[in-house]
């Protein structure tokens, strides 16, 4: 079946976050991100994978990690002036 999330805890204002069944590709991390990170306490979400040029993997991501240009980024976080509610 597909993506299962089986163990979520939080702590120290770091949710971690367990992922069983289907792996995460970019996009299915940063919503994970970008969705728990809008709830209250939390600034931080471990979850597994992400990974850099080098190949090396970046388990710890904040709202920080997906802003920029790409068109997954929520407006608010967006680095150019523009957005599709913008349009």
């Known amino acids: 079946p597909g993506t299962r999330f089986p ?3 939080v702590r120290d204002g770091t949710a971690f976050v367990d992922v069983a069944g289907k792996p995460l ?4 991390v940063a919503a994970v991100v970008l969705s728990l ?3 209250s306490g939390i ?4 979850v597994c994978c992400v990974y850099r ?3 090396s993997r970046v388990f710890v991501h ?3 990690t997906f802003s920029g240009t790409w068109q997954g980024t929520p407006c608010e976080l967006r680095t ?3 957005c599709l509610r913008d349009l």
């Open 7 to 9: 163990n979520v805890q």
């Open 25 to 28: 590709d970019y996009y299915g």
């Open 37 to 39: 990170t809008e709830l």
């Open 43 to 46: 600034e931080r979400v471990r």
């Open 53 to 55: 040029h080098d190949g």
């Open 62 to 64: 904040t709202r920080a």
């Open 80 to 82: 150019e002036h523009r």
